[in-house]
Every structure is written in C-alpha cells, then in structure tokens.
C-alpha cells in the first residue's frame, strides 16, 4: 500500500508536470517553495486543485494555503485531518 506522502509526491509531479523529478527526489520535510523544490504562486493555485480534486478539500483562505504547502508532510497532516474522499 502505497502511503500518502509517495501519493502526494507523484500527484504533484503529475500535476505540475516536473520534468526529470522523481518522488524519491523530494524530501517529507523539504521546503516545497523557494528554495527547496523551488514551486511558485501558479504551481500553488495547482496544488490547491489537487487537493479539491483528489481529496475533497476547498482552501477559501490563500494565507491557509501558506501554511498547508510548507512541505509533504505538512500537506499530508492536513489532508489527514481534513480529506473527504
């Protein structure tokens, strides 16, 4: 069975369609934006689609969004105490 953080990792690969970038490629707790693996505010207006489409979950507040997409792990915590699908 295949976990939520790998699950995360492949959907955003997929979503933001990153070329030569693998899930092992991203840490749990790397940074997702700037330095880290170096997302920007288009890749974050993807990200939350995914998580409408994927998970259920509608993000209303952008400042949310800042905090959800620190790293993989953060996003999995959220999905974890928010999804519904």
Do not use: H
């Not at 995360?8 to 979503?15: A, M, R």
């Not at 990153?18 to 974050?44: K, Q």
């Not at 993807?46 to 800042?66: C, F, H, M, N, W």
Request: net charge negative; charged share 30%.
């Amino acid at each position: 069975m295949i976990n939520l953080q790998t699950e995360l990792k492949e959907s955003i690969i997929e979503q933001l369609n990153l070329e030569d970038v693998e899930p092992a490629d991203i840490g749990n707790d790397e940074p997702l934006f700037g330095d880290g693996l170096g997302l920007d505010s288009i890749d974050a207006l993807e990200l939350i689609v995914l998580l409408e489409k994927d998970y259920g979950i509608k993000l209303t507040d952008p400042a949310q969004s800042r905090e959800i997409f620190v790293s993989i792990n953060k996003m999995a915590e959220f999905i974890e105490a928010n999804r519904t699908k």
